[in-house]
């Protein structure tokens, strides 16, 4: 039987969402599991398996997957390992060979990569980024990601870990402490995470007045809601934001010399406060071949789509 | 007649470098001429043409020439074009088709690209990186150029400018200015002209002992034998260039996961008093993956073979 279907796998902190899809990147069928309640991986990946052997019987394509495709954090494509992820359950400090279990677990070949990978695949096949051969994919999320392609793509690099540009140094001196370690990392600033403590840092610097003061576990969806309401002070740190992204933006395109930056995720969502503060300062910054000449896009594939469709793009190669 | 050679030109601000090279990397012949007597492109590239066409007359290899391989500064892969060099004085600010020009004018096909990506592709196929497939060169010379490699090809990106990180931002606040416009880029550091820039810098700024003291127009070669003969401050200036060297390269490593980072040009000789500083600073900055991970070689290819052998390595794409 000819095998015109891929299941593509997106593997997040908190759930797993699995989808079936066809060569025109329709999702045929999707479904969500939570992927924080095991600690062991075997377990997880029996769990994933039993979800994704009913959901193709319930779609009536037994027998006619090409192969599974899926994006993890730290999921490395060469040796089909995910390795470190500190915010996944079941993995922590360890090296689980993910790929190898569930294609066992499935009888389905496996291929994986990281997430953001995964999405610029996604925004690549088809997205925003449709057509084009040179372009830096940025997910802003708790972190930020980044998936770099050149030539029609996928960077991987020497070991597979290539596009690490959320731990490139954003502010060199007296920059904040990161989770991998080093200082002034540009995930530090620009994620979910890094617009909070901005905020947080800024509130307790003065005594300008905001509607964000006494606020308790500040997010930056509290940012974004006071921004949306004219706080001066919320609006700033998207400015600040932005422009900390653009300067480093800067930096990628001397390396690659992308047709197109593409933002991604759920920080990119506050697109009216970053997007113009983010182009100013790219422009600002980079070298005067590339000023007013590098895109900035913003992902159009709704979010709960384009991680599957990213993933499953992978499929396709097996 | 089968056509076993190409031909290798290397042209830099003061002279062109011309040899004629086989399958296996042997130059059987070569030459050098000036390149700054002409202020008029078509006159510049009738007299190469002319010395092209007699080298090969006197090496006994008419008809037999594959193609002409030109590394310049500011060539572009995609156009062969040389766009902008300012220090060529046939170019100028121009956009001079350059590719186009030569191959009439000899009657050969001939295929440019900057003279960083040359040596990149010299070292590629003959000297250090041989064998890689993921490596980062960087020219230390008057400025600071690069070369990337990403699986096995060079990275040319959207408009075929790709790897201009000698203009990615070293110092973000404060930084010297740079030619190109922007301030704190890595040339203004980490280059020939940067070195001698720096030690100026703190001889002016105390009035600590130093051999350098009262040398007029102090360049980079006087820091070397300075350093050389133990003088405290020039050697600590190549201290703080490795320095600097080394966090840009931290930065590089997490874009694309280089194998290796190779340095070639008139500073890489400098290697006894830089190496141990690039070194730890990069593996000070890097993401823990890469930590103590990626090599940091020097070309080990002779200077004046090594762009030719790179030129030529084009030619044989014809």
Avoid at 154 to 161: K, L
Avoid at 293 to 305: A, G, R, T
Wanted: with cysteine; hydrophobic share 40%; glycine share 12%.
């Amino acid at each position: 039987m000819e095998k015109k279907y891929v299941v593509g796998i997106d593997i997040g902190g908190q759930t797993a969402k699995i989808g079936i899809v066809d060569a025109r990147g329709e999702v045929l069928a999707q479904t969500v599991i939570v992927s924080n309640k095991h600690t062991d991986a075997g377990e997880f990946v029996d769990y994933l398996a039993q979800t994704v052997n009913t959901l193709i019987k319930q779609t009536d394509v037994e027998g006619q997957i090409r192969g599974i495709g899926v994006g993890a954090p730290d999921g490395n494509y060469y040796t089909g390992e995910i390795q470190g992820a500190m915010n996944i359950t079941w993995c922590g400090d360890k090296v689980i060979p993910f790929a190898e279990m569930l294609s066992k677990a499935t009888g389905i070949p496996v291929s994986l990569t990281n997430d953001a990978n995964a999405a610029a695949m996604g925004e690549m096949t088809y997205g925003v980024a449709k057509g084009m051969k040179n372009f830096i994919m940025i997910t802003l999320g708790t972190g930020v990601g980044s998936g770099i392609v050149i030539d029609g793509k996928i960077v991987y690099g020497h070991d597979g870990f290539a596009g690490e540009l959320g731990h490139t140094c954003a502010v060199r001196h007296n920059g904040r402490h990161c989770n991998c370690g080093q200082n002034g990392c540009l995930e530090t600033y620009a994620s979910a995470i890094g617009v909070a403590r901005t905020a947080r840092e800024w509130l307790d610097m003065s005594d300008e007045p905001s509607s964000l003061r006494g606020i308790e576990n500040l997010t930056s969806k509290d940012v974004y809601e006071a921004a949306k309401h004219g706080d001066q002070l919320a609006l700033r740190v998207f400015k600040f934001t932005g422009r900390i992204l653009g300067e480093s933006f800067a930096n990628f395109i001397a390396f690659s010399a992308p047709e197109a930056i593409v933002l991604f995720g759920g920080l990119a969502r506050s697109r009216e406060f970053l997007e113009d503060a983010i182009v100013d300062a790219m422009n600002e910054n980079v070298v005067f071949l590339w000023k007013n000449k590098v895109k900035l896009l913003f992902s159009s594939l709704k979010e709960s789509d384009a991680a599957i469709l990213g993933a499953s793009a992978l499929g396709w190669e097996l």
